[in-house]
């Protein structure tokens, strides 16, 4: 994981660092920062945003099913990293992308 913008505190980094290992990709059960399906996060703290940027690519199959469950696992991960990082800095406003 990059972070970037502000410079990050060693505390900072740890509360990242915990929420990445506790979202889960619920297929496997492993955690996101196992996986490596964060490849960013940014943080302002003038702006009090954190941006959390994904490495997980839309589906490109030509299999409707296939689609429809990839994209269903995409939605889920971007959504349990939403509330994961607003439940550990619910004084920042958090975009995942």
Known sequence: METGQDKLSPEMINRIEKVLKKVKEPETFRSVSELGLVKKVTY????????????????????????VVTE??????????????KMEFPELTITVE
Request: charged content about 25%; hydrophobic content about 35%; glycine content about 2%.
């Open 72 to 85: 269903t696992i995409r939605e889920s991960i971007q959504r349990d990293l939403q509330e994961a990082f």
């Open 44 to 67: 302002s703290a003038g702006w009090q945003r954190m941006i959390v940027y994904t490495d997980i690519d839309a589906p490109r199959s030509t299999c409707a099913v296939c689609y």
